[in-house]
């Protein structure tokens, strides 16, 4: 059973643009949401993370939404640029087992 | 770079055998993780050591096995291996809620 899905599969967005990643997630007991980073040949790398206490975080160029009456979360990437071309996992834990939940993961890719 | 090393970062063998990946987490990191990447299944989590003894279970087939040693570096065992076993096994070590990856060790099973 697929705890978290993530949409799209793939995305494709001209540089400067804006690049929205979406996840839905089922078990209400989660409550870390992290988003990773994945080059090729590379492990995944945090990008950014959110507890449900909050609706908004943003680091960056890089904002998480949440919503959790939802049970959704999202990715938004400003002004998106080339070297963003990666695929982006967003994960959900529950509690202190640190064991992540992967959604799918989306491969993006930036049109210069 | 992570911290986080694995070997080998290839691994080509042929079904019904055994191998050993390795891995050696950050500096103080006391938690690993194993996980599972394929085309199939996305990254799916295998196990949990947490300054050695194992701390969680993910749909880990009991084919494979690992372990965390005194050092704590970690081991994944995996033995009688099928073609579905070829994918990447990445591992992740923490000491809070940060998850490090490795690299990475490609196994391919012919």
């Known amino acids: 059973q697929q705890q978290v899905k993530q949409s799209p599969q793939s995305l494709i967005v001209q540089k400067g643009g804006i690049s929205i990643i979406n996840c839905a997630y089922e078990?209400?007991?989660?409550?870390?949401f992290p988003w990773y980073q994945q080059f090729p040949g590379k492990g995944p790398a945090l990008l950014i993370a959110i507890r449900p206490d909050v609706s908004e975080k943003k680091e960056g160029r890089f904002t998480i939404s949440f919503n959790k009456s939802a049970k959704q979360f999202s990715l938004h990437i400003m002004d998106s640029q080339p070297g963003d071309s990666a695929t982006y996992f967003c994960?959900?834990?529950?509690?202190?087992?640190?064991?992540?939940?992967f959604g799918q993961g989306t491969t993006l890719q930036v049109k210069p | 770079d992570s911290g986080v090393t694995q070997t080998p970062k290839h691994l080509i063998t042929a079904t019904g055998q055994r191998v050993t990946l390795r891995c050696s987490p950050r500096?103080?990191?006391?938690?690993v993780y194993w996980y599972q990447q394929s085309l199939d299944q996305g990254l799916q989590f295998l196990i949990q050591?947490?300054?050695?003894?194992?701390?969680a279970k993910g749909n880990i087939l009991e084919r494979f096995s690992a372990q965390q040693f005194p050092d704590l570096h970690s081991e994944l065992n995996l033995s009688s291996l099928e073609l579905g076993d070829s994918a990447l096994y990445f591992c992740?070590?923490?000491?809070?809620?940060?998850?490090?990856f490795g690299a990475g060790t490609r196994l391919s099973v012919l």
């Open positions: 992740a070590s923490s000491d809070n809620d940060i998850q490090y």
């Open positions: 050591y947490y300054n050695g003894e194992e701390r």
């Open positions: 078990n209400t007991a989660f409550d870390y």
């Open positions: 500096s103080g990191d006391l938690s």
């Open positions: 994960a959900a834990s529950r509690g202190n087992t640190g064991k992540l939940i």
